[in-house]
T-cell receptor, first 116, second 110 residues
């Protein structure tokens, strides 16, 4: 069974400051890991994903995340927050079982507020 | 290119009425398809997934059902809605280990 824990349901950052969203996972197989962003009343948009290879993954909108197997973590960062980064962010892990649907398990989400 | 369409965007339904939400995918064949629900203050809950036509797996017992009458069509239904069915419903298709989501349906049961 898989699980994802996002530390902090709400994060407040100042415009221009570092954004750090924490994600820890549990998986019985080498994981595929994802970060999604959701703006109000919209679907989820993929920010970035880790499948294999380089453990530092760059995504859209200046975000990046690092897969650390020893820490079972996949934290999301952005050096300088913009007002447009205000949204809810979800970390997810895939079970990678194609016959069972490649199901994603999501964390509870972190809502980011950006202060001017 | 691949796209996913979900409708309607918003829906207000009385308790006890039926429900039908539709999701269609374009530009891909035999996708895995998923229905998720987001309730207020809660995360994303997987309701159903489908790996092929007519194949539906339910993740949680509930008042809802799903069907996949065509390869790229996924329908979420209920015969009688409950207040607890209110929420934001998201359809998604699986690709490359991740998902692409539709724009969602906000369902309010009154």
């Amino acid at each position: 069974a898989q699980s994802v824990t996002q530390l902090g349901s709400h994060v407040s950052v100042s415009e221009g400051a570092l954004v750090l969203l924490r994600c820890n996972y549990s998986s019985s197989v080498p994981p595929y890991l994802f970060w999604y962003v959701q703006y109000p009343n919209q679907g989820l948009q993929l920010l970035l994903k880790y499948t294999t290879g380089a453990t530092l993954v760059k995504g859209i909108n200046g975000f990046e995340a690092e897969f650390k197997k020893s820490e079972t973590s996949f934290h999301l960062t952005k050096p300088s927050a913009h007002m447009s980064d205000a949204a809810e962010y979800f970390c997810a892990v895939s079970d990678r079982i194609k016959a069972a649907g490649n199901k994603l398990t999501f964390g509870g989400g972190t809502r980011v507020l950006v202060k001017p | 290119s691949q796209t996913i369409h979900q409708w309607p965007a918003t829906l207000v339904q009385p308790v006890g009425s039926p429900l039908s939400l539709e999701c269609t995918v374009e530009g891909t064949s035999n996708p895995n398809l998923y229905w998720y629900r987001q309730a207020a203050g809660r995360g994303l809950q997987l309701l159903f997934y489908s790996v092929g036509i007519g194949q539906i797996s339910s993740e949680v017992p509930q008042n809802l059902s799903a069907s996949r009458p065509q390869d790229r069509q996924f329908i979420l239904s209920s015969k009688k809605l409950l207040l607890s069915d209110s929420g934001f419903y998201l359809c998604a298709y699986g690709q490359g280990g991740g998902y692409t989501f539709g724009s969602g349906t906000r369902l309010t049961v009154v």
